[in-house]
C-alpha cells in the first residue's frame, strides 16, 4: 500500500534518500504518484516499471504473505518473465527490504524518455557501487538495465564483475559502458529504434556511475 508519494517523504541526504530522488522526479506526475504503489510496480513486472532496476541494484528481497505463511525471495527470482512473478495465486507482496547502503556506497537511477514528466523510460539504468575505505577501489557493483533482454529489467552481470577491484574514475566508467555494448539484446519499438537504444543506454550507464563516483567522493 506505500505509494511512490510515501516514498517522497523518505528523500534525504542518505543513500537511499538521494536514490529516491532520481526516481520520484521522474515517476508519473503527482497525481499518478498519490495512487501508484510500490507493490504494484514490482507485481506489474514490465520494462517500464521504474522500482525494478532501483530495488534490483539495492540487492532487495521480496516477503509475500498469504492465510497461513509467508515467503520471502531475491527480488531477482520473483521476476520471472514480462507480467510473470513468481506469486502464487493466494499470495500478495508484503514488503520489500534490502540491506543498508554503507557510507562507502552509492546509487543512481537514469531514464530517458520523450518529455519532462509522464515519461515511459526509453531506456533507463540503476547503479549501486560501493569501495574500500580509502573510496578508491570499487568492491561491489550492481547495474540494472530495463531494456537489457528487452522485457524487464535485470542485471548486466558481466559489466558488475568487470568494475570489481578497478579504481573508480573515468577510465573505469568509460570502459563499463562500452563493455555493456556485449550484453545488450535491444529491440526496436515504435518509441526508439535498436541503434538510439544502444547510444542512449551507455550514456545512461556512465551517468549513472559518474553520479554514483560523485556520491561517494562527496561524502
Ligand atoms: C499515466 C501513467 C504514468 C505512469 N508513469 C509511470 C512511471 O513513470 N514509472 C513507472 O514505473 N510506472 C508508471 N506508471 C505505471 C503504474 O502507475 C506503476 O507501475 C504503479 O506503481 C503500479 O502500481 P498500482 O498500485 O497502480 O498497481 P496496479 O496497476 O493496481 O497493479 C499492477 C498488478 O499488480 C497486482 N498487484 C498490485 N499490488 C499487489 C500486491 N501488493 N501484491 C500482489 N499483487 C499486486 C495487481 O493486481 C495488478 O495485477 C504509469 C501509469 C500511468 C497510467
Not at 73 to 90: G, H, M, N, Y
Not at 162 to 176: Q, R
Amino acid at each position: 500500500m506505500t505509494t511512490i508519494a510515501d516514498l517522497e517523504a523518505q528523500i534525504d541526504d542518505s543513500a537511499w534518500g538521494r536514490l529516491l530522488r532520481d526516481v520520484v522526479g521522474k515517476f508519473g506526475s503527482p497525481n499518478i504518484r498519490t495512487v501508484a504503489t510500490v507493490g504494484g510496480n514490482l507485481c506489474a513486472a514490465s520494462s517500464s516499471e521504474d522500482l525494478i532496476p532501483v530495488f534490483l541494484v539495492l540487492d532487495a528481497k521480496v516477503k509475500m504473505i498469504r492465510k497461513d505463511g509467508t515467503r520471502e525471495i531475491p527480488l531477482q527470482e520473483f521476476l520471472v518473465a514480462k507480467r510473470k512473478t513468481a506469486l502464487r495465486a493466494d499470495e500478495i507482496l508484503a514488503e520489500v527490504s534490502f540491506p543498508e547502503p554503507s557510507a562507502r556506497s552509492a546509487c543512481s537511477f537514469q531514464k530517458l524518455g520523450m518529455r519532462n514528466i509522464l515519461i515511459i523510460a526509453l531506456v533507463s539504468a540503476a547503479v549501486f557501487l560501493e569501495t574500500d575505505d580509502a573510496r578508491s577501489t570499487i568492491t561491489q557493483a550492481r547495474i540494472a538495465l530495463n531494456r537489457l533482454k528487452g522485457k524487464i529489467p535485470q542485471r548486466a552481470e558481466s559489466v558488475e564483475k568487470e568494475l570489481l577491484g578497478h579504481k573508480l574514475g573515468e577510465g573505469t566508467i568509460k570502459s563499463a559502458a562500452e563493455r555493456l555494448g556485449d550484453e545488450l539484446a535491444l529491440t526496436s519499438d515504435f518509441r526508439a529504434s535498436v541503434e538510439y537504444r544502444q547510444e542512449a543506454v551507455k550514456v545512461l550507464l556512465r551517468r549513472a556511475l559518474a553520479d554514483c563516483q560523485q556520491g561517494i567522493l562527496g561524502k
